[in-house]
């Protein structure tokens, strides 16, 4: 097989645009389809580490990234009544850049779409890949709108719930439930709050800067059973979750929790493929292959390294078999260590494992991290 000139990727999430910026800075013709023709994306933030700093500063987009969201240094602990106990520092892996960045994933899917749209990868939303038949030579794909097209290769990059997947490994594992979810609501920001301030006790809590104005608190409970909550309601169950919680400060924060539609409600789930990331030429990356629950924060993280390792690979050499059986090579390592702690740290606050010491995960984490990719 000879190097790729056309690709397809399917999911215009974070991992399905990094890798269209990758790809196209190394000279591939890339379209990008996404099965929302909304292309909605939940309004509430993530948090990102030094990697993605780095991951970002390679694709040329550090600038952009770092205005859309808010870079800190340090991580507080608070103990249960809400005194602050600890301020640990953390590793910045690009000089003179934030070791943190928190951003409204709206704001980074702005920041990624325009990328990916001025660098010359074609989205075209709402539309997926009704079939998809690889011969060997190329891969002929046929689309929901009725057109269709060839292309060297196809990255799916559709998540957790990945059709490629599904089409390309059917015996593979499918995601499981933890036992555990997250609730989440966006408040104006605390003035004081440069940091990711954790709150430790039975119900986890946290708060994240997104912007100059915009922070968001998360809310880790066990939800035995995975049940399901309408959403009118939701804020007063959320209030609920955290009528435990003695911290003066997140008791005023939820009386702030009135609005249904603003709470976002996810049950956590965890996927990891060990076997084979690609068959013929159909390669899967990000949630679809690997994902974590968000204890480590570093699931859209892997997805983003993904993209850039895949580029790499595929930039090298003629041979696409050999460039991805060497993306997984270098991939799986650091992916299942991710997905493996972050879930042991999640069945240990939920009593269904050995607790673990948040700080002592979160130090390693930071180590691991701060490897070459
Ligand atoms: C509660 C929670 C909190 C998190 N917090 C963090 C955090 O703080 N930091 C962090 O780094 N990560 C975090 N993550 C993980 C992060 O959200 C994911 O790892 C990341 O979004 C994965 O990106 P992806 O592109 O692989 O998949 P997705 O984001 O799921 O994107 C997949 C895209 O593909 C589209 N699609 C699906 N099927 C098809 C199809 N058949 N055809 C075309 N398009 C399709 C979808 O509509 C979607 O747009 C968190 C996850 C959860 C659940």
């Not at 998360?218 to 979750?241: F, Q, S």
């Not at 003629?318 to 991710?338: F, G, H, M, P, V």
Request: aromatic share 6%; with cysteine; glycine share 10%.
């Amino acid at each position: 097989m000879g190097q790729p000139k056309s690709v397809l990727v399917v999911g215009a999430g974070i991992g399905g645009l990094t890798a269209a910026i990758a790809l196209r800075a190394k000279g591939f013709d890339v379209d990008v389809i996404e099965r929302d023709p909304h292309w909605s994306v939940y309004g509430v933030g993530i948090i990102q580490q030094g990697n993605v700093v780095r991951a970002m500063t390679e694709l040329g987009l550090i600038d952009d990234y770092l205005d859309a969201g808010v870079g800190f240094d340090f991580v507080e602990v608070c103990i249960p009544t809400g005194a602050i106990v600890a301020r640990i520092p953390t590793p910045r892996l690009v000089p003179d850049r934030p070791a943190n960045v928190g951003i409204g994933r709206r704001a980074l899917q702005k920041v990624l779409g325009e990328r990916t749209r001025a660098a010359g990868a074609k989205i075209r939303l709402g539309v997926t890949a009704e079939a998809l038949d690889d011969d060997g030579a190329g891969a002929s794909v046929h689309f929901s709108d009725g057109s269709d097209g060839r292309y060297d290769l196809v990255v799916g990059a559709d998540g957790l719930f990945s059709q490629t997947r599904a089409t390309l490994f059917p015996d593979a594992p499918r995601p499981e439930f933890t036992g555990q979810a997250v609730w989440r609501y966006n408040f104006p920001r605390l003035p004081e709050l440069d940091a990711l301030r954790v709150f430790e006790g039975q119900t986890g809590v946290g708060l994240v800067p997104l912007s100059d104005t915009l922070m968001y608190m998360y809310v880790t409970t066990p939800e035995p059973g995975n049940p399901w909550y309408p959403r009118e309601g939701l804020a007063a169950v959320m209030r609920a979750k955290l009528s435990g919680v003695p911290a003066p400060l997140i008791q005023s924060l939820a009386h702030q929790i009135t609005d249904d539609a603003e709470v976002v409600y996810k049950p956590l789930e965890w996927l990891f493929v060990d076997g084979p990331w690609h068959k013929g030429r159909v390669v899967l990356l990000g949630d679809a292959i690997h994902a974590t629950t968000p204890h480590l924060g570093q699931g859209a993280g892997m997805a983003i390294e993904d993209s850039i390792v895949l580029a790499d690979e595929l930039a090298r050499t003629d041979d696409i078999e050999a460039a991805l059986t060497r993306y997984r090579e270098r991939r799986l390592d650091r992916c299942r260590y991710i997905v493996e702690a972050s879930r042991a740290i999640c069945l240990g606050q939920i009593g269904l494992g050995p607790l673990i010491e948040n700080a002592t995960a979160t130090r390693e984490m930071f180590a691991r991290i701060a490897e070459p990719i």
